[in-house]
């Protein structure tokens, strides 16, 4: 059976992460644990400055499978409020 992600097969890699309206993207960096989970390594922080994100916020992240490989998008909810729970 193959894996799920396919592109992030390997112990490590770049992964590109977009804004899902696609004014902020950067590409960051991951790495695999021995329990195979990915975890990104360079280039979150740049990400998070650059596209205004703010704690408490409510967002929705998506993998996308392109014909250049695995990429994150981030959906920033458009609430007034910021999220508490």
């Known amino acids: 059976m193959g894996s799920l992600f396919p592109h ?3 112990d490590q890699g770049e992964l ?4 899902g309206d696609g004014t902020t993207a950067i ?3 991951f790495i695999k644990g ?3 989970r990915a975890t990104i390594t360079r280039g979150w922080s740049d990400f998070f400055h650059r596209a205004h994100m703010n704690k408490g916020q409510a ?3 998506a993998f996308k499978c392109t014909s250049k490989g695995l990429c994150l ?3 920033i909810s458009k ?3 910021p999220l508490v729970i």
């Open 73 to 75: 998008i981030v959906y």
């Open 34 to 36: 021995v329990d195979k």
């Open 16 to 19: 590109p992460i977009t804004i």
């Open 59 to 61: 967002y929705a992240f």
């Open 79 to 81: 609430l007034q409020e």
């Open 27 to 29: 590409t960051s960096s």
């Open 8 to 10: 992030m097969d390997g």
